[in-house]
């Protein structure tokens, strides 16, 4: 079955500085990939995803690339803010497996003032 | 903006009661779905429902555990007999799941979770 990799576990940016997460997965049929962001003490949120059928996402200050042939894809966040402090997760979902998201371990974000 | 809900926000029960965690989907919603999140894991899939029966479930979701939608509005997961191992953040989520130009959405709202601990 799918299997996703998240890194890094914790990473520790500037204020105002750029963040990168990456994760991998496994199956090749997987079409679907969301990013989720956790405070504390809440659900994921869901902030940007990615279809298979697209290479590059942008919402303003956050953008999401996918690399189909690695297998890879990136949740990339600009000009970082307290406020983006969060874990982050990734996930990836097969259409025909009823949308069955399976997630990556989550990264820690900590943006340092 | 419309959300997910669940009820309670936290849960404490004796090793081999019985609980029951609720949760109210987004009202045009058409799928479901409950996660669990052990504390500092991976969250992981338990099951998902449609058209009021299960859609897939994963082998966390054995015959412990069962889901319902009792009215128009509720979906719940029932655990039969708790075990200590089921201490977890439990979140429920729906999604539309609409057919978009030859597309399928699939677009999970997460509710804020429920925390089990089992004694």
């Known amino acids: 079955g799918e299997n996703v990799e998240q890194h890094p576990s914790t990473l520790s940016v500037q204020e105002g500085d750029s963040a990168v997460i990456k994760c991998t997965y496994s199956?090749?049929?997987?079409?679907?990939f969301p990013w989720y962001k956790q405070e504390l003490g809440k659900g994921p949120q869901l902030i940007i995803d990615?279809?298979?059928n697209v290479g590059e996402k942008k919402d303003q200050r956050i953008a999401v690339t996918l690399n189909k042939t690695a297998k890879h894809f990136s949740l990339h966040i600009t000009e970082t803010q307290p406020e983006d402090s969060a874990v982050y997760f990734c996930?990836?979902?097969?259409?025909?497996?009823?949308?069955?998201?399976?997630w990556g371990a989550g990264t820690k974000l900590i943006i340092k003032p | 903006e419309p959300e997910v809900t669940q009820t309670p926000s936290h849960q404490v029960t004796q090793m081999g009661q019985e609980v029951i965690l609720r949760c109210v989907p987004i009202?045009?919603?058409?799928?479901f779905y409950w996660y669990r999140q052990i504390l500092g894991q991976k969250v992981e899939f338990l099951v998902s429902?449609?058209?009021?029966?299960?859609?897939?479930k994963s082998e966390i979701f054995d015959d412990q555990f069962s889901v319902e939608r009792p009215d128009g509005s509720n979906f719940t997961l029932k655990i039969r007999s708790t075990k200590l191992e089921d201490s977890a953040m439990y979140f429920c989520?729906?999604?539309?799941?609409?057919?978009?130009?030859?597309?399928?959405?699939?677009?999970?709202?997460f509710g804020p979770g429920t925390r089990l601990t089992v004694l």
């Open positions: 989520a729906s999604s539309e799941a609409t057919p978009l130009a030859g597309l399928v959405y699939n677009e999970q709202f």
């Open positions: 009202s045009n919603h058409l799928y």
């Open positions: 429902f449609y058209n009021n029966e299960i859609s897939e």
């Open positions: 199956d090749s049929a997987s079409n679907y």
């Open positions: 990615i279809r298979s």
């Open positions: 996930a990836a979902s097969i259409d025909s497996s009823n949308y069955q998201l399976i």
